[in-house]
């Protein structure tokens, strides 16, 4: 496919005629564009003729793809060194918000994943034909890209020459711009939107020579399959990888592109995130009754057979002995799957199953040996990762499940599963001991993909709640500059500076660990449960959506998912004292510590989740407490504060005192 529609320098646009320029567009249209869209065209070439009409040098394009969703910029001008970005709304009376952000994106977009304009001028312009033209107003949105700039038909040319007298940029290739390399991080949304559409993970995935290809791991299971298939095996494959590396992008892929039906072959992603199932499912409905016109209920439908809450594969399962439609089964956060005495206790409690006796790896294992001939498992395995009751045995389950009762199974493992966020206090040569266990390299996903700006997110994140303050220190200011991380003590400055920083589309939100409750006094209210869906994928102007910044995803609702930019607020149930964490759980009317090192691990856990959901940074609101509240006294909070300080993370704004 063609980046562009039409691509020609100025000076050929302007001596060929409007019937021809027309032609080349619509024959390099796949999708029998309606005539609405082709109406639009025929305006753009006859406004884009008269206001570049005394451009005698430069490049036009039309429809140029951002290869990331398949999204296309009506023109891009390029110029004097300098890049516009110009989307019609042909007929629009009025600037619409809507509008703005989307040519906003497309600036952004390029200037984050568009090797060959990181270093250059983006300039977004957004021409409502209707509308009544604004004053010329060139101002910066952030460096290298000026605020979106509003016009009707008549101020193009004008606003294109105010900028290039006020700019002066080195020309630059055109062809090799046109053809740059492209290396998007999608979000998990976007990114189950683009593969469920038939986009292939090299399309939606970073391929830079720092990170960790996904299309290697891609490869690595469909080769395990491929085998387990022509030779009747069953098989296990664990894939590791750091917080926001690409796992689930990775099994997600994987269920696409094992959905082989003609092959009487199913595939199928599993999770146990109740509140990532959801948004998924949603997401992946509302593009499909968007883009294809599909009855919300059938598109829903059709959603959940692709993606699925595990307690339902596994409740489908307890009443047969037959195997599943699905010989291929991905499960999300694997190492978060329970262990005997818990799903036992939760099979007789909540389903009236009193003979239960197995743990959640043995029972899903079982479930796949059921097939006569080969199955295979991809487990996704994250580290510090449990935040829930029963998820602390880790990977361990699965290896004893498999040794105890499957050890004809072949098992698939990457050199890093050995590592403690993943292994904890096991031996790993003891857990597969008597296994027939490969190791495969490219099992592992070393880079996280999520915060793009800055690989050592996560590792700051661990550093600082392991107390390892040297190693926070450097990794903070390697990267601050390009993902910011502040604090402050002042809510209302921390809801500001997100506001701040988000341009266009990108997304905000408050969070806060489900044990946070004292946070209430501040309007932060955790025990309020929010609409995951709606929360996660509504726009600016529902007051339920996270840019409303009244509601307050926890651990719980958000592990699995990503915001642009977040604010972490830190309460009482973790504090540090003497270089070291304490760990407190609020009941009743006073805190209470908690010693028991399941619950310590979860607590740590959570606010680990917590400090690695932004993408592009985040705020970290710590309060000043109350003196005259024995359950927010300034001690509780200082230690943190001070701690955080002293490994150097900057401050917003002046200590707010509550009243």
Request: hydrophobic letters at 35%; aromatic letters at 12%; one cysteine or more.
């Amino acid at each position: 496919m063609k980046r562009a529609y039409y691509s020609s320098s100025i000076n050929e646009f302007m001596h060929k005629s409007e019937y021809e320029i027309f032609g080349e567009i619509t024959s390099n249209d796949q999708f029998s564009t309606e005539d609405l869209q082709k109406n639009t065209w025929k305006k753009e070439i006859e406004i884009l003729k008269r206001e570049l009409a005394h451009f005698q040098e430069g490049h036009l394009l039309f429809e140029y793809t951002i290869p990331r969703i398949g999204n296309r910029i009506d023109n891009v001008v390029l110029y004097k060194g300098i890049v516009f970005l110009l989307e019609f709304k042909v007929g629009e009376n009025a600037y619409p918000s809507y509008a703005v952000d989307q040519v906003t994106d497309y600036a952004l977009d390029l200037n984050c994943f568009h090797k060959e304009s990181h270093n250059k001028l983006l300039v977004p312009i957004l021409i409502c034909t209707n509308a009544q033209n604004t004053q010329t107003d060139i101002s910066v949105m952030k460096e290298n890209i000026l605020n979106t700039y509003c016009c009707n038909e008549f101020g193009i040319g004008e606003y294109i020459k105010g900028v290039i007298y006020k700019y002066r940029r080195t020309d630059f290739d055109y062809h090799q711009w046109i053809n740059s390399i492209y290396m998007p991080t999608p979000t998990i949304i976007e990114a189950a939107q683009a593969l469920y559409m038939g986009h292939n993970v090299e399309d939606i995935s970073r391929n830079d020579a720092s990170a960790k290809n996904l299309n290697q791991t891609t490869k690595a299971i469909n080769e395990i399959i491929d085998y387990s298939k022509e030779n009747n095996k069953k098989s296990i494959c664990f894939i590791t990888g750091v917080p926001g590396a690409g796992k689930t992008l990775a099994g997600l892929n994987i269920a696409i592109e094992r959905q082989k039906v003609d092959e009487d072959e199913h595939a199928v992603f599993l999770s146990g995130n109740g509140p990532l199932v959801d948004v998924l499912q949603e997401a992946l409905c509302r593009d499909d009754v968007k883009r294809n016109g599909a009855k919300k209920a059938d598109a829903l439908r059709k959603a959940k057979e692709f993606i699925q809450i595990i307690h339902h594969f596994r409740d489908d399962a307890i009443s047969v002995n037959s195997p599943p439609v699905e010989r291929v089964t991905i499960f999300d956060e694997a190492q978060r799957a329970w262990d005997e005495p818990n799903l036992s206790d939760f099979m007789k409690r909540k389903k009236g199953v009193l003979d239960f006796n197995m743990s959640e790896p043995e029972f899903l294992i079982s479930i796949l040996n059921r097939h006569e001939g080969w199955a295979t498992i991809v487990c996704l395995i994250g580290g510090g990762q449990e935040i829930n009751k029963g998820e602390a045995a880790g990977i361990a389950g699965w290896f004893d499940s498999l040794k105890n009762n499957y050890p004809n199974w072949d098992v698939y493992i990457s050199d890093k599963i050995t590592d403690e966020e993943y292994a904890k206090d096991n031996d790993i040569s003891e857990m597969t001991k008597g296994l027939n266990v490969h190791i495969v390299e490219d099992l592992h996903l070393a880079v996280s993909l999520r915060s793009f700006r800055s690989e050592n997110v996560s590792a700051f994140v661990k550093a600082l709640l392991d107390v390892d303050k040297e190693t926070a220190r450097t990794l903070y200011h390697q990267f601050n500059n390009d993902y910011p991380i502040c604090i402050t003590r002042d809510l209302q400055k921390a809801k500001q500076w997100v506001k701040d920083k988000a341009k266009g589309t990108q997304r905000y939100g408050l969070t806060a660990s489900s044990g946070a409750k004292r946070l209430r006094k501040y309007g932060i209210w955790v025990q309020n449960k929010i609409d995951a869906p709606v929360w996660f994928l509504n726009d600016k102007d529902d007051v339920r959506s996270s840019f409303y910044l009244e509601e307050t995803a926890t651990e719980f609702d958000i592990q699995g998912l990503e915001l642009d930019w977040s604010i972490v607020c830190w309460d009482a149930n973790l504090r540090f004292n003497d270089n070291e964490f304490e760990y407190y759980n609020f009941t009743g009317t006073k805190w209470n510590n908690v010693r028991k090192e399941d619950n310590v691990l979860y607590l740590k856990n959570a606010y680990r989740v917590l400090l690695t959901r932004a993408r592009q940074g985040f705020i970290i609101f710590i309060p000043t407490g109350d003196e005259n509240d024995k359950t927010m006294l300034p001690d509780y909070y200082d230690g943190v504060y001070n701690y955080l300080k002293d490994i150097g993370i900057e401050e917003v704004g002046s200590p707010y005192n509550f009243v």
